[in-house]
Each structure stands twice: as structure tokens, then as C-alpha cells.
């Protein structure tokens, strides 16, 4: 007789990148960037996508109707053969859970994620509850979501400094109201491993019915414990992980995805347990994010940082050349990195770039974007002996997930040099179809281009940061910036219409060329767009506002 083979259980990935991620400062994404981060959560092999908080403005609730209905259904290449669920999060009421219902609806798997804080820091100074009406508020808030739909997850805001017979009480309410996921959230990240751990076991061994429901663990990294305390909750039984690419989130960030599928599956021996996570899609997903909202990746960060897998020492290469075993544990392979091949030359057509385009996953382009994309991929190939997967991926990403235009480079000429000031002209058509042009001096030439677009748009703003990277490596390689915006303090342009007072929000923007100076140009112009657009949007919001009290 053959031996039984244990199959490992599987922790489900609930990715949270486009809701918690979303709300680092100056992550913001528009519309088609989280619609494109989705459909690569979905080819990651993600099994529930958190979309967003529907309630929070009118373009939130689109941009999750929008995953829900086109991303949704998608199921090629996913492991599983089974659609994400598509989840959105809802305060404790009925106003917040119906708005979520109808955003997720449309997907052929949705969820209502409902939370409520249970420690008497936030019972007592934010929510001005006692005990007794939060134990109320959660059975009538899950109670009515149940009624809606079926996949209902419910977390304890706070769980980490609540007190575990509370939370024993508060969860057994839950599940009993309908809820068939738990989640347990360190939401400002205070625990350590073994207490977190603890807690988890205790929930899973005291609460009736435990057995019921999916346990999940949602940890912060305010002590760079994110990634240690959700696998302790794993150990401790949980099967749900709540995580973010790159480990993006408020403050210090969430558990990064990457960290934990790839401990789970380079430490199988450890855990013995499997996810539905195709691990070669890591760093393709990694990168989107990361230039999507303009969160740079620290180069020591673990498995998607630039030297997550260099060797730097001697002895290590040494080592390295004779068995990469020696200093490796994870081959790059893996995660998806140093699998770019070289599939497309200058003499390739424009049949052959689309093929490898539904090949690369961009079965969703138009003929428009694919005929922009094969331009750009022409001037690139003529530059460049090699066009890469990465490359391309860039070019995809400066030329077709943009912001609406509003204003669009025609031409910019620098002149630099050790002996001379810096000056740029620039050539650009503004959102009336006008060619307007200036020159500027500036610092070095990508300043005085900056300073040049300044005075043909007439918007103030700080700039935050910038970065610029090679997404390949050698002299001829395509250069991407990455930049982040603030309007001036005391600008005052942009308006929240319910307040009526200024948002001084961060804004990211990117950029790909052969040419650095063009590429730091197109990532400012991005950046300034998303920022120009989000002053209309507002303003129209208060138009609206203003002419329904006038009618009222
Ligand atoms: O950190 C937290 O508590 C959250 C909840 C909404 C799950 O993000
Ligand atoms: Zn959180």
C-alpha cells in the first residue's frame, strides 16, 4: 500500500495593496493604475483582492465597482482555476456595508470586510462606546451584511491591545451573526511574535465556534515585527494572511506579501503549508506597485529589493561561483527576476510586439495604446541592441497607465555642462490644445526643466522626491524616474468640498527613456497631471454640492 502523502494546507493571500497600501501617504493611484495592480493580483494568484473602501469617496466606489466587474471574473493562468475574491471594507454600519455591497457586487466572488475597535483605547477616546453597545454594533453590522451576501469578514480594530476575553466574546458574537472569516488586526503594530501568537491561539481555542470561520491575521510593522508576527499567527493556526506588496500601508506599513509566501515556501519544511501565490510573478508585481504609486523599494529590502540577491564581497562571490548554495537560499529564478529574455529586436512587427504583449499578460490594450506602445518600443529598439520583458514593461507603464493629459510634452533641448548654467526650452500643448513654449535655467538640467514646465503650467508645488533607476543594466539602458509632488503650502488650490479647506496631498508620477532628462520630464508631467486632474474632479465635486443646496 502507498503511503499517504499529507497535503499541506493552504494559507489564503489577502492582499490589501489597493485599500490599506493605498493610504501611505502620497500612494495615491487613479482609476486604470489600480485596475492594472488588480489584474496582476489576479495573475499573481492573490485569492482575495481588498479593492478599496467604497464609502470613502465617489471615485473609490468606482474604482472598486471597476475591479469588481472587470478584473473579477478573471481566471487564466491562476493555480486554482478560481476568480479573486473581490472584497471591500465597511465601518460597522449599515450605511458603509450597503455602499461596499454595491460596489463588490458585480464580481463572481465577493466579500463585505467589516471592522469595529474592540480595545478600550479606541472604545473609550474615538468611538465613545462601551463595551456592551460595540458587542451590539457588531451583531447588527454583521447580522445585516450577512443578509446581503455570504463572505462576510469581520476584525476587531485594535485586536493587539484588546483584551482577549473581550475579543473571545466580541468574535463568538461575529460568527454566531454570520461572519465566516476573523480577522485579527495589530493595527499600530505594538505586539512581538510569541504574543501574537499567544493571542491567536487563545482566540482560535476559546471562541465557540471557532471552528466555523477562517482565522486571519492583519499585522502593521510600526516595530519591523510585521512579517515575524503574522507567521507566528500562521503557526498558531490561522489561514488567512493579510499583506500588502512591498509592505506598503499607513506609517511604517503592512506585512509585505512577498516576505511571508516566500518564508512559507523557501521554510516549507517549517511550516508545511502551501498558497495559491505564483511566486515568479513577485517582482513584475513588486515593480508595478512600486512605480504605480511612487513608493520607492529600499535596495537591502528582502526578496524585491535592487540587492536583495547582489553579492557584494569577495568571499561571497567566491562562494557563489562555486555553488550558489553557499550564500543563496532562494534562487532569483523564483520570484521572477533574471527571467528576461530577449524576444524583440528593431526589426520585429507590430503582429510579433502584440503577441508578446498577450504573452507578457496585456491582453487588455486597444489598438490605440498598442500602436503608442509599439512606437515607443521602435524608438527604443533603434537605441538598443536588446529590448527586454522590463522594458517593455516600462514602456507600458509611462505610455498607457497615465493620467488623464491635461498638459503633454511636445519637445524639451537642454544645454549642460561643467562650464555653463543649465537651460532648457520646453514645447508643450495645454488642455486647450495650444502650443505653448518657454526656457528656463535651473540647478542641473533636469531642474531647469522642471522650472521651464512650471512657468507654461503656472502651478506651484514642492517637490518630495525623486528618484531615477535603470531598468536594465549597461549605458544603453531605459531609464525610469519616479517623483513625488506636493502643492505649495498656502497654495490652497486644491479644495476638499466638504471642509472647504486646502488638501495638501502628495502626488507620484513616472517616466520611462533612453533618455534620462526625458524620462525625469514625462514622470513630472504624470505627476502634475494626477494633481491638475484631482483639482477638477474637487472642483466639480463642489460645484455639484453648491447647486444642489442652491436647488434645495
Ligand atoms: O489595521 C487595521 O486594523 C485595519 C482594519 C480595517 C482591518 O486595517
Ligand atoms: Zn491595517
Redesign the pocket.
Known sequence: MSEQVAIPDTVLIFD?TL??GE?SPGATLNVEEKLEIARQLSRLGVDICEAGFPIASPGDFDAVRRIAEEVGPLVEGRKNGQPMVIAG?ARANQEDISRAYEAVKVAPRHRI?T?L?TSDIHLKHKLRIDREECVDQVIKAVSYARALCDDIEF?P???GRSDPDFLVQVLGEAIKAGATTL?I????GYTTPDEFGRLIEYLIKHTPGADQVVWSV?C?NDLGLATANTLAGIKAGARQA?VTLNGI??RAG?TALEEVVMALTTRSQNFNLQTNIDTSQIARTSHMVSTYTGMIIQPNKAIVGANAFAHEAGIHQDGMLKNHLTYEIMRPETVGLNTSKLVLGKHSGRHAFRVHLREMGYDNMDDAEVSAAFKRFKRIADKKKVVTDADIEAIIADEIYQPPVIWQLDHIQVSCGDHSIPTASVVMIGPDGVTYQDAALGSGPVDAVYQAINRIVGVTNRLTEFTINAVTEGLDAVAEATIRIQPVEGAEFIMNPQTNQPIYKTFSGHGASTDIVVASARAYLSALNKMLAERDNLAAQMQRAEHTKAQA
Not at 488586526?185 to 499600530?188: A, E, N, R, S, Y
Open positions: 490589501t485599500r490599506d493610504q471594507l470586510h471592522f475597535a476584525s480594530e485594535d485586536a480577522n488586526p495589530d493595527t499600530v492583519h502593521h493579510e500601508g499607513e503592512n
